[in-house]
T-cell receptor, first 112, second 113 residues
Framework: AQSVTQLGSHVSVSEGALVLLRCNYSSSVPPYLFWYVQYPNQGLQLLLK??????LVKGINGFEAEFKKSETSFHLTKPSAHMSDAAEYFC??????????FGTGTKLQVIP | DGGITQSPKYLFRKEGQNVTLSCEQNLNHDAMYWYRQDPGQGLRLIYY???????QKGDIAEGYSVSREKKESFPLTVTSAQKNPTAFYLC????????????FGDGTRLSIL
């Protein structure tokens, strides 16, 4: 069985401030982890993925995430928020033969 | 450019009516998926298909049906048995069904008249 918990359904940051979106997962097999972004009335777009190897993963638009097995976490960060980062972000997990499980999403608001 | 096309963008259903949502991909992906998105609930899997002429129920298949007659196409029918169909529906595909990131269409928003 697998699950994803995203802490905070809404997060607000000031423009230029650090973005931190939290994701914790549960998986009985080595996980594959993903972050997606969704803009209003659009589909999801892959930001980054962790499969194996390097635990710090860099993605598009300046985002990165670190896989921490001991903490079962895969938090998404960006050093400096931009207005265009305002969107909803989804963490997802898969592994073995299980279908991907998505978190419930975190809406990021960027305040000018 | 390769991608996934969902149509229509907006759809309205009358009581007792079946409606079909279209999903076409030109990515040559084997696996395709249908998700339902409701505010605050994330994405819930309705049906998925790993290969042509085969598909499996997801977590919330009741009131929905699908077909996979061609690799490129995976239409979803919302039947009259689905009592609460108002939602945003997303189609996705992946090269295969094992741990690959998914590519998404832009969704269809279904509302009840």
């Amino acid at each position: 069985a697998q699950s994803v918990t995203q802490l905070g359904s809404h997060v607000s940051v000031s423009e230029g401030a650090l973005v931190l979106l939290r994701c914790n997962y549960s998986s009985s097999v080595p996980p594959y982890l993903f972050w997606y972004v969704q803009y209003p009335n659009q589909g999801l777009q892959l930001l980054l993925k962790y499969t194996t190897g390097a635990t710090l993963v860099k993605g598009i638009n300046g985002f990165e995430a670190e896989f921490k097995k001991s903490e079962t976490s895969f938090h998404l960060t960006k050093p400096s928020a931009h207005m265009s980062d305002a969107a909803e972000y989804f963490c997802a997990v898969s592994g073995g033969y299980q279908k991907v499980t998505f978190g419930t999403g975190t809406k990021l608001q960027v305040i000018p | 450019d390769g991608g996934i096309t969902q149509s229509p963008k907006y759809l309205f259903r009358k009581e007792g009516q079946n409606v079909t949502l279209s999903c076409e991909q030109n990515l040559n992906h084997d696996a395709m998926y249908w998700y339902r998105q409701d505010p605050g609930q994330g994405l819930r899997l309705i049906y998925y298909s790993q290969i042509v002429n085969d598909f499996q129920k997801g977590d919330i298949a009741e009131g929905y049906s699908v077909s996979r007659e061609k690799k490129e196409s995976f239409p979803l029918t919302v039947t009259s048995a689905q009592k609460n169909p108002t939602a945003f529906y997303l189609c996705a595909s992946s090269p295969d069904s094992n741990n690959q990131p998914q590519h998404f269409g832009d969704g269809t928003r279904l509302s009840i008249l």
